[in-house]
C-alpha cells in the first residue's frame, strides 16, 4: 500500500487525552498545481469526519474549485483556491500553511460576542496579589477561589493541582474561567477536571475515520473522566465559557458538565470535537483537518459547542464600569446558591 493512513497510528487513548496534538502524513513527491488541488481535494474527501454532520457535498465543492486552477498560476493564487475550498469546511481546526501565509476559519468566535475583557479580570478581580500556580492565575474573592485559564496548552503539574486544592479546601465554591482558552492538550482538561470528580463518568463518546467511505468510521469509543489520586474538591464548581472556548476546552467543558456538582456559565463553547491530523502536500505546505467525531452521551457533536447551563452575555455597561457580569453571576451564585 503506497502509504500509510496516519489514523492506524491513533489510539482512544491518544483521542481522549491529546485532542489537539500532530500527526504528520508523508508528502507525494508530484509537484504542480493540479497535483497539489487533486491531493488536498482528495485527502479530505476520505478523512475528513464532519461532511454528514455539516451536511456539506464535497463533491460539489470540487466542481466550484477545480475550474479556478491553472497550469502557470502562482503559489499565492493557489494557496488562495485552495485555502477557499478548506474555508468551507467550517472548521477551526481546519488550517493550510504555506511560509508566507496560514490560512484559517474564525467564525466560530468571531461572528459571536466576544463576552471577555481580560483587561477587567486582570485589575478588578485577580488584582496585584494574586497566585501564580502554573498556568493557573487564582484568587480568593469573597470566599470564592477564582481560577482562570489561558490555554489548555500550557501544562498542568500534579504540584499545581495539590496547591489549588489545599487553596479550595475551605471556600464556598470554586470559579473556573476557561473564556477565549482556545485549547491545547487534553491531557491537562483531563487533569484539572479530574479534581472535581467523585467518580468516574462516562462524558463523551469518539470515533475516527478508518476508511475512504462517508461511513468508514471505527466503533464508539467511551471516554471517561475519574477521580484524581491526590486531593480533589467536592463542592460547588461554576465554569465560565464563552465561543472561544475551543478545543480542548469544550472537552472540559463537557467533563465538567456531566459532573453533578458543577454549573456552566456564558456563552457555548465554540465546538472544536475532532482531532485534527496533519499532512503535507507535494509542494510542502502543510494541512490539517478534523478525522475523528465526538459525541455527548445525549448524542450531540462536541464539534458543535457545548451548550451551558446559564446563559448570560458581558453586559455593556458593566464592562464600562469595569465590572464582569459573569464572573458576578457566578459570585452570586456561589454565595447565594
Known amino acids: 500500500m503506497k ?3 496516519y489514523y492506524l497510528v491513533f489510539s482512544f487513548l491518544i483521542i481522549a487525552l491529546n485532542s489537539c496534538e500532530k500527526y504528520v502524513l508523508k508528502p507525494n513527491p508530484a509537484n504542480d498545481p493540479l497535483t497539489n488541488f487533486e491531493y488536498l481535494w482528495t485527502e479530505a474527501k476520505h478523512k475528513y469526519s464532519f461532511f454528514e454532520y455539516k451536511s456539506i457535498d464535497w463533491d460539489s ?3 466550484v474549485y477545480r475550474p479556478l486552477i491553472y497550469e502557470d498560476m502562482d503559489d499565492k493564487e493557489l494557496f488562495e483556491v485552495l485555502a477557499s475550498m478548506l474555508y468551507e469546511l467550517k472548521d477551526g481546526h481546519v488550517n493550510l500553511t504555506s511560509n508566507f501565509d496560514r490560512s484559517r476559519n474564525w467564525s466560530w468566535f468571531l461572528d459571536y460576542p466576544a463576552n471577555f475583557n481580560r483587561n477587567i479580570i486582570e485589575r478588578n478581580y485577580l488584582g496585584t496579589d494574586h497566585r501564580i500556580t502554573g498556568p493557573l492565575q487564582n484568587q480568593i474573592i469573597d470566599s470564592v477561589l477564582y481560577i482562570y485559564y489561558s490555554s489548555f496548552a500550557s501544562s498542568i503539574s500534579n504540584s499545581h493541582l495539590d496547591e489549588i486544592m489545599l487553596r479550595a479546601e475551605n471556600c464556598k465554591a470554586v470559579i473556573i474561567d476557561i473564556r477565549s482558552n482556545g485549547g491545547g492538550s487534553s ?9 472535581f470528580a467523585d467518580r468516574t463518568y462516562t462524558y463523551a463518546q ?3 475515520k478508518i476508511g475512504p467511505g462517508a461511513e468508514e468510521f471505527s466503533s464508539w469509543s ?5 477521580p484524581r489520586s491526590g486531593k480533589t474538591y467536592a463542592g460547588k464548581v461554576f465554569v465560565l465559557c464563552n465561543r472561544n472556548s475551543y478545543s480542548a476546552s ?4 463537557q467533563m465538567m458538565k456531566t459532573l453533578p456538582n458543577t454549573t456552566l456559565i456564558g456563552d457555548m463553547t465554540g465546538g472544536g470535537g475532532g482531532v485534527p491530523a496533519f499532512g503535507e502536500l507535494p509542494n510542502a505546505w502543510v494541512f490539517r483537518f478534523s478525522v475523528t467525531q465526538t459525541i455527548t452521551p445525549d448524542g450531540e457533536h462536541l464539534e458543535g459547542g ?3 447551563d446559564i446563559y448570560i452575555n458581558l453586559d455593556p ?3 464600562a464600569n469595569g465590572i464582569d457580569t459573569i464572573i458576578e453571576k457566578a459570585l452570586e451564585l456561589s454565595i447565594n446558591s
Do not use: M
Open 3 to 5: 502509504k500509510i493512513f
Open 61 to 63: 465543492i470540487y466542481l
Open 187 to 195: 491531557s491537562n482538561s483531563y487533569a484539572l477536571a479530574s479534581c
Open 206 to 208: 469518539s470515533r475516527i
Open 222 to 226: 467511551d471516554l471517561k473522566i475519574s
Open 250 to 253: 469544550s472537552f472540559f467543558a
Open 306 to 308: 457545548v451548550p451551558v
Open 317 to 319: 455597561t458593566d464592562e
